[in-house]
C-alpha cells in the first residue's frame, strides 16, 4: 500500500506561486508513474502533470504548459508540482496519484491518492 499526502496549497492572488509536495509512505514510489491532477467545485477531476519513474519524461496539459513543473525526488519518496503565474481558472483541490503505469493521463489508471489540497487564485 502507498499512503500519499499533499500539502503547499493555499489562498493567492493571480500572478502568484505555489510548490505543491505529494509524500509518500508505505512503500517506495521509485517504480511508479506519478501524477497531478485536479478538481474544480462541480466539475470533473482533470489531469494536470505527469511524470515517468526516472524523472526523465514528462506530459503537461496545455492549460498549464510553460506555467507548471512536475518534478520528482526518489531519495525523499516525493513529488512536487511548482505552480508559476497562477490564474483564476487555477482554482480547484489538487490530487497527487500514483499509478504502475507511466505518463498516463487518465485518472483511471492510478490507483492510489493522497487527500488532496486547496489551490484557490483571486483575481
Known amino acids: 500500500q502507498v499512503h500519499l499526502v499533499e500539502s503547499g496549497g493555499g489562498s493567492v492572488q493571480a500572478g502568484a506561486s505555489l510548490r505543491l509536495s505529494c509524500a509518500a509512505s508505505g512503500r517506495s514510489i521509485g517504480m511508479n508513474g506519478m501524477a497531478w491532477f485536479r478538481q474544480a467545485p462541480g466539475k470533473e477531476r482533470t489531469f494536470v502533470a505527469t511524470?515517468?519513474?526516472?524523472?526523465?519524461?514528462?506530459k503537461y496539459a496545455d492549460s498549464v504548459t510553460g506555467r507548471f513543473t512536475i518534478s520528482r525526488d526518489n531519495a525523499k519518496n516525493t513529488v512536487y508540482l511548482q505552480m508559476n503565474s497562477l490564474k483564476p481558472e487555477d482554482t480547484a483541490v489538487y490530487y497527487c496519484?500514483?499509478?504502475?503505469?507511466?505518463?498516463?493521463?487518465?485518472?483511471?489508471?492510478?490507483?492510489?491518492w493522497g487527500q488532496g489540497t486547496q489551490v484557490t487564485v483571486s483575481s
Open positions: 511524470i515517468n519513474w526516472s524523472g526523465e519524461e514528462i
Open positions: 496519484a500514483a499509478s504502475v503505469y507511466q505518463l498516463s493521463t487518465s485518472p483511471h489508471d492510478y490507483n492510489y
